[in-house]
C-alpha cells in the first residue's frame, strides 16, 4: 500500500515540475493506484460472482447459486474472448488515433486507450472469485498473493467451469471417486 501511495505520490510531484506528459501521469495514476488496492485488499482484489454468497451446506453439489455464479464467468470469459478477437480493430484505431496525439504531444497516450480496457476485462475473468469454496477460481493457493493459472477447474474446491450444465444438486466429476461409479 505504500509503495501504491508513494507512486500517486511522485505522478502528483512529476505533474508539478516541468514534465507535463499525461500518458506517463495516466499511467502513474494507474499503477499507484493498482499497488494501493493490492496492498489495502492484502492480495489480490477478488470480483464476486454472485451477490449473496455462502458456502453450502454440502460441498459437493452444485447449487442454485453457484451455477448462476458460474454462468456469470462463462459470460466474462467470452467477454474476454471478445476483446482479444478486437485487438487487430484496436490496431487500426492506434493507427488512426496517432497522428493526432502526436500533434498533441500525447503519443504515449496510444497505448492507454488500448491497453486499458483489455486490462479491466480480462482482470475481471481472472480475478473472479468461486461461487463455491469464496478462494480466487483461477489462483494457485488460497493466499491473496497468489498467482494465476488458466484452469478449467477451481484448485481448491474442484468445481468445473462447465459444472452449470449438470442437474441442480448433483455431484461434479472432480468429486465423484473413481471407484463409487
Excluded at 70 to 99: E, I, K, S, Y
Excluded at 144 to 167: D, N, V
Amino acid at each position: 500500500m505504500a509503495f501504491g501511495i508513494a507512486n500517486i505520490i511522485g505522478v502528483i510531484a512529476s505533474l508539478w515540475s516541468s514534465t507535463r506528459d499525461m500518458s506517463l501521469a495516466i499511467g502513474g495514476f494507474l499503477i499507484g493506484g493498482t499497488w494501493f488496492a493490492f496492498g489495502f485488499y492484502g492480495g489480490l482484489p477478488l470480483v464476486n460472482t454472485v451477490h449473496e454468497w455462502h458456502r453450502s451446506a454440502n460441498p459437493h453439489e452444485v447449487t442454485d447459486t453457484q451455477r448462476k455464479g458460474l454462468l456469470v464467468m462463462r459470460v466474462r470469459r467470452w467477454a474476454a474472448w471478445a476483446a482479444w478477437a478486437t485487438v487487430p480493430g484496436f490496431f487500426l484505431l492506434g493507427f488512426l488515433l496517432a497522428p493526432v496525439l502526436i500533434r498533441l504531444g500525447q503519443p504515449g497516450l496510444v497505448v492507454l486507450i488500448i491497453g486499458i480496457p483489455l486490462a479491466i476485462i480480462n482482470s475481471r475473468y481472472l480475478l473472479s472469485r468461486c461461487p463455491r469454496c469464496g478462494y480466487g477460481f483461477f489462483a494457485r493457493s488460497t493466499h491473496r498473493g497468489a498467482m494465476l493459472a488458466l484452469t478449467r477447474t477451481c484448485k481448491h474446491c474442484g468445481l468445473g467451469l462447465y459444472a452449470y450444465k449438470e442437474r441442480l444438486g448433483a455431484a461434479t466429476r472432480q468429486d465423484v471417486a473413481p471407484n463409487s461409479q
